[in-house]
C-alpha cells in the first residue's frame, strides 16, 4: 500500500460525458501527479500541483483540467469524453526533496462507451 | 516520439538466474533515471534510480548501469525470484529542466519468472 488513495476504483461513462476523478496524497506529500496509462501511448504525464499550484503541464488535452484543494486531495476532471480517452489514470504524489520517487495510487480505469 | 524506448516487450527468466532489462533514451537533457515495478490492478512502485552523474547504482539484488555515451540504461536483477515477475518502467527526468517534476516512462518490459 502506497498510502495514495484513489476513487473511484472504475468508471464507465458515456461519450460527451464529464467525469471527476479524486486522489488524495500520502500524509505529508505536497506534489500531486496525474498520468494517463493507455494501451498505445504507455504512461504519460498529464500535470503537476505543488501544495495548491499548478507545478508543471504534460500532455494534457483541453478538455481535462485539474486541481489541488488546501487538504491537498487533489480532483481531475475530464469533459465532453471521447473513446479514446479510456485509460487507466493515475496519481502520484512526493516530498518535496525527492520529487522522483514518487508513489502511485492503485489507478482509476475508465472506459468510456 | 517516444523519448524512453524499452524494446522488449517481455522477457522469461529461470528463478535464481540475472534478469537483465534495457532502456533507451533520445533525450540528452535527461540527467536522472528511475525504474518502476508494477504488479497487475496496482500502481507502478518506484524500485532504484540514478543520476546521471553516476554510472552504477546499487540497491540489494538491483543494479542499475547507466552508460550516457550510448544513452543506455540498464537494471540487473540477482538472482530473480518468482515475486520478481511484473511490468517494469524505465523513467526519466530533466532535474535541471526548472518546475517540472512529471517522467517521462517506456512502455514497459513484461518480466516473467520461470520456476
Known amino acids: 500500500d502506497s498510502g495514495v488513495t484513489q476513487t473511484p476504483k472504475h468508471l464507465i461513462t458515456a461519450t460527451g460525458q464529464r467525469v471527476t476523478l479524486r486522489c488524495s496524497p500520502r500524509s505529508g506529500d505536497l506534489s500531486v501527479y496525474w498520468y494517463q496509462q493507455s494501451l498505445d501511448q504507455g504512461l504519460q504525464f498529464l500535470i503537476q500541483y505543488y501544495n495548491g499550484e499548478e507545478r508543471a503541464k504534460g500532455n494534457i488535452l483541453e478538455r481535462f483540467s485539474a486541481q489541488q484543494f488546501p487538504d491537498l486531495h487533489s480532483e481531475l476532471n475530464l469533459s465532453s469524453l471521447e473513446l479514446g480517452d479510456s485509460a487507466l489514470y493515475f496519481c502520484a504524489s512526493s516530498v518535496a526533496s525527492q520529487p522522483y520517487e514518487q508513489y502511485f495510487g492503485p489507478g482509476t480505469r475508465l472506459t468510456v462507451t | 516520439d517516444q523519448q524512453v524506448k524499452q524494446n522488449s516487450p517481455s522477457l522469461s527468466v529461470q528463478e535464481g538466474r540475472i534478469s537483465i532489462l534495457n532502456c533507451d533514451y533520445t533525450?540528452?537533457?535527461?540527467?536522472?533515471f528511475l525504474w518502476y515495478k508494477k504488479y497487475p490492478a496496482e500502481g507502478p512502485t518506484f524500485l532504484i534510480s540514478i543520476s546521471s552523474i553516476k554510472d552504477k547504482n546499487e540497491d540489494g539484488r538491483f543494479t542499475v548501469f547507466l552508460n550516457k555515451s550510448a544513452k543506455h540504461l540498464s537494471l540487473h536483477i540477482v538472482p530473480s525470484q518468482p515475486g520478481d515477475s511484473a511490468v517494469y518502467f524505465c523513467?526519466?527526468?530533466?532535474?535541471?529542466?526548472?518546475?517540472?517534476?512529471?517522467?517521462?516512462f517506456g512502455k514497459g518490459t513484461h518480466l516473467i519468472i520461470q520456476p
Open positions: 533525450n540528452s537533457m535527461f540527467d536522472y
Open positions: 523513467a526519466a527526468s530533466e532535474r535541471a529542466g526548472g518546475g517540472a517534476d512529471g517522467l517521462t
